[in-house]
């Protein structure tokens, strides 16, 4: 049995940034193998970033060069670091575990002036 808890959402201006934490709990040998996905209202939940277990990351194109994604093993969490927030950002996120299948609960990232 796993659980994910994110932490971290907020509101904040846009140019901000954020940091969102995913905390794996139960008995897991590794967290490495974690995506991150967001959903806004009215839309399909898309694939923002992904850390593959041999430690490949993979972006959505429109947050290239702005959010990135690392785990800490020894934590067993994974983060997505985001930097020069946009509107265009806001959504709830989503952690997701490969391995067990599992969702986090969501946390909402608003991006307003």
């Known amino acids: 049995q796993v659980q994910l808890v994110e932490s971290g959402g907020g509101l904040v201006q846009p140019g901000g940034s954020l940091r969102l934490s995913c905390a794996a709990s139960g008995n897991i040998f590794s967290i490495y193998g974690m995506r991150w996905y967001r959903q806004a209202p009215g839309k399909q939940r898309e694939l923002v970033a992904e850390i593959t277990s041999g430690g490949s990351t993979n972006y959505k194109d429109s947050v290239k060069g702005r959010f990135t994604i690392s785990s800490d093993s020894a934590k067993n969490t994974v983060y997505l670091q985001m930097n020069r927030l946009m509107p265009e950002d806001t959504a709830v996120y989503y952690c997701?575990?490969?391995?067990?299948?599992?969702w986090g609960q969501g946390t909402q990232v608003t991006v307003s002036s």
């Open positions: 997701y575990d490969i391995a067990t299948m599992t």
